[in-house]
């Protein structure tokens, strides 16, 4: 059996939360491969809006088995506040959440090296989340990192101590205060809850699951042009968001990929800092941001927002070798007159379908198509015939444009706004 994965196709804030909850029926297992409380994947049923930041957003299918896999870098804070929200939700994470020995921790350090760094850097600030997501990744790949599996070992306390001494070193260079303690009680609390937890050598757990023929999803978080070797640098994350990124942050190997589902939504989103060259700072963006609720998740910031960036989405598709596609808030795009997609860039005169080296500055041109919209509510649409023409005719050139299928279309936050034009 191969390994499904499933994962955005832009700068994060696809949807990929509600389509991993609608498409968990079909799995066994549940896998969350890269990035830490940065992420907000958001789930809405029973009335109720769910933001999960680490925990896979399989969770609420308690036959399913949901692991946080060595990819993922985790705050025990963040996550002791996760388990308690499902706790009052009636859910019992215990029973069904695995964690792996080899994910990072988060120190409280991290958190305050974040900080000060993105504090020095001023007006040219990536606009990081603040989670210190950025200096556990840099301290995982220096060899100096704290994992999961190092909290059940003698000696921890020494160990965490001693990098957070390094860590105090470093930020004596800053012009920045602040007071440790304040958030190592809360941390130490949230290293006992994680004790409660089956911690376990996830990639055994991952192909052990494969080899009994069972299904199993992997869940990346962020999008692929915040990948750190392949998107927008440096207004990036800090891990490989992109289909690769399964392989290394599960265990499993490159042949055992099935299918790549991409998520994107049915125009372009942002947060923080970077080039983004279809976005519209007017009333046309403003509008789009009051429909689509653009506020992230994780943050509170509002979303930058603009059309549909067909070179942008034809390169995440090729990094990642995606097989269908699913859309989502296609239902934001009512009432707006006419659409426009880019299909292309003009850099200095030329005309380029390829994403380039660097997409900053105002060298980078979008060439756009332009379609017609529609008026009508698809929130209550439950087939692809009963959409409107106008609507099939955005999804068809999508399909044209970039050779990929779409096998679902989101018209809305609940489980049930969902059309399947092509079944999975």
Not at 43 to 49: C, P, T
Not at 314 to 335: E, F, H, P, W
């Amino acid at each position: 059996m191969k390994i499904d994965v499933l994962l955005g196709l832009q700068w994060g804030d696809e949807g990929k939360g509600k389509i991993v909850d609608v498409l968990t029926p079909q799995y066994d297992m549940i896998a969350r491969f890269q990035g830490g409380p940065n992420a907000g994947h958001s789930l809405e049923f029973n009335h109720i809006k769910h933001i999960l930041h680490t925990i896979p957003s399989g969770i609420f299918h308690e036959e399913k088995v949901n692991i946080i896999g060595n990819g993922v870098v985790i705050d025990p804070v963040v996550f002791m506040r996760e388990i308690e929200s499902l706790e009052k939700l009636e859910v019992e994470p215990q029973k069904n959440l695995f964690v792996s020995k080899k994910a990072h921790l988060i120190l409280p350090s991290h958190r305050i090296l974040d900080a000060a760094t993105e504090a020095a850097k001023g007006s040219t600030k990536i606009g990081s989340t603040l989670k210190g997501i950025g200096p556990t990744y840099m301290d995982k790949t220096g060899r100096n990192g704290l994992r999961v599996g190092d909290i059940i070992l003698p000696g921890f306390r020494e160990r965490y101590n001693f990098l957070t001494e390094k860590h105090k070193v470093i930020l004596s260079q800053f012009d920045y205060s602040y007071n440790l303690g304040e958030y190592e009680d809360e941390w130490f609390k949230g290293i006992e809850k994680l004790k409660s937890f089956r911690l376990v050598d996830s990639e055994h757990l991952i192909n052990n699951f494969m080899e009994r023929g069972k299904r199993v999803l992997a869940e990346g978080a962020q999008g692929t042009l915040l990948d750190i070797d392949f998107g927008s640098y440096p207004y990036v994350t800090s891990s490989n968001t992109i289909c690769a990124g399964a392989c290394t942050g599960l265990g499993i190997a490159p042949s055992r990929i099935g299918e790549v589902i991409g998520i994107v939504k049915a125009y372009c989103t942002r947060v923080g800092s970077g080039p983004f060259p279809t976005e519209l700072s007017d009333k046309t963006g403003d509008k789009m941001r009051k429909q689509g609720l653009e506020f992230g998740s994780t943050t509170g910031r509002p979303r930058r927002c603009g059309w549909l960036d067909l070179p942008a989405l034809r390169y995440s598709i090729m990094l990642n070798g995606v097989t269908q596609l699913i859309i989502t808030k296609a239902d934001v795009l009512s009432g707006f007159s006419e659409l426009k997609i880019c299909t292309a860039y003009k850099i200095n005169g030329e005309i380029t379908e390829q994403m380039p080296y660097d997409l900053s500055g105002e060298k980078v041109e979008p060439v756009y198509t332009t379609l017609e919209g529609w008026d009508e509510d698809i929130t209550k649409i439950h087939s692809y015939e009963a959409l409107p023409p106008s609507f099939k005719k955005y999804i068809e050139f999508i399909e044209k444009e970039t050779g990929v299928k779409v096998s679902i279309i989101s018209t809305g936050p609940g489980r049930d706004q969902a059309v399947f034009p092509f079944p999975l």
